[in-house]
């Protein structure tokens, strides 16, 4: 396990972004992976499940093209391939994390075991980790039992990686509000 700090470079170790649809929250911790020098890799928890889905998926793919990225594809075992693409001279971006709870809700699996596991695990990692989540819980209360437990969900995943993160921002109109800033 490395410091909070990543070896005095002042990286921090885990950095959760939040925010909203089309908030920046993505191109803010894409800049902040390339940030730590390192060999950017892009895990991905996006599945292809309709035409406008596979299209925002290429236009993630294009924006990368040609700028170092190696791109891991994972929409459900993010644990297992945490622990097995993180290391000391890689950074990885997790983008998004609510993309993976949904993943994880329609597998039919309990998500509150699967959150406390990343936050568990997340921990361990021995390189930095830029975590991307959708912000669900500002809206109305949703009109149906399925999205009402997503929003639930969303927002204990949100704080058990908040727990363990050494930096956590929100983004908003595209610019970021520090709610933990590293080294705190």
């Known amino acids: 396990?490395?410091?909070?700090?990543?070896?005095?470079?002042?990286?921090p170790r885990i950095t959760l972004v939040l925010g909203g649809a089309r908030s920046g929250k993505s191109?803010?911790?894409?800049a902040r992976v390339v940030a730590t020098r390192r060999h950017p890799l892009y895990l991905a928890t996006a599945q292809a499940g309709d035409p406008e889905?596979?299209?925002r998926i290429a236009r993630h793919r294009a924006?990368?093209?040609?700028q170092g990225?190696?791109?891991v594809e994972e929409p459900l075992?993010?644990?297992?391939?945490l622990r097995a693409e993180a290391r000391p001279d890689r950074a990885v971006l997790v983008d998004c994390l609510t993309l993976w709870l949904t993943n994880v809700m329609?597998?039919?699996r309990d998500a509150e075991p699967e959150g406390r596991a990343l936050a568990a695990a997340l921990r361990d990692l021995t390189g930095p980790v830029?975590?991307?989540?959708?912000?669900?819980?500002?809206?109305?209360?949703?009109?149906?039992?399925l999205a009402r437990a997503f929003r639930d969900q969303a927002g204990r995943l949100h704080q058990h990686v908040a727990a363990v993160a050494d930096a956590v921002y929100l983004i908003v109109a595209g610019m970021p509000l520090t709610l933990k800033p590293a080294g705190r």
């Open 106 to 108: 329609l597998a039919g």
């Open 63 to 66: 924006q990368r093209a040609g």
């Open 53 to 55: 889905m596979a299209a």
């Open 69 to 71: 990225w190696a791109t």
């Open 77 to 81: 075992e993010l644990v297992a391939t």
């Open 1 to 11: 396990m490395i410091s909070p700090e990543d070896q005095g470079t002042g990286t």
């Open 130 to 145: 830029v975590l991307v989540s959708n912000e669900v819980g500002l809206g109305i209360v949703p009109d149906n039992a």
């Open 27 to 30: 191109a803010f911790a894409e």
